[in-house]
Nanobody, 117 residues
Framework: VHVVESGGGLVQPGGSLTLSCVTSGFPFTDYAMSWYRRAPGLGRALVAAMTGTGGSTHYENSVKGRFTMSRDTSKSTVYLQMNNLEPADTGMYYC???????????WGQGTQVTVSE
């Protein structure tokens, strides 16, 4: 099983980034996919989540209207388009794959996003 994030970086407030999470080794459409953020000094918190079919998406309140999660089933990949970034968005972003029956849970190594002047 592989879960690999990429796309992080340093960006100024108001800027944009797109994170990617490429997966392999499990049936992609059987897994809900999520993005989590670990801000400095805090625990890991849910940012956005999508059902296995892609039919439903949830966003944490502070990112609604700014972040968009999407998936490309043919590539077993999910994305997080982040617009109008704020310093509070700074943190390590992790991709999570959660099996529908709750038996398996996979994490990537994370990609760092820093929003600063």
């Amino acid at each position: 099983v592989h879960v690999v994030e990429s796309g992080g970086g340093l960006v100024q407030p108001g800027g944009s980034l797109t994170l990617s999470c490429v997966t392999s080794g499990f049936p992609f459409t059987d897994y809900a996919m999520s993005w989590y953020r670990r801000a400095p000094g805090l625990g890991r918190a849910l940012v956005a989540a999508m059902t296995g079919t892609g039919g439903s998406t949830h966003y944490e309140n502070s990112v609604k209207g700014r972040f968009t999660m999407s998936r490309d089933t043919s590539k077993s990949t999910v994305y997080l388009q982040m617009n109008n970034l704020e310093p509070a968005d700074t943190g390590m972003y992790y991709c999570n794959a959660h099996e529908g029956w709750g038996r398996y849970d996979y994490w990537g190594q994370g990609t760092q996003v820093t929003v600063s002047e």
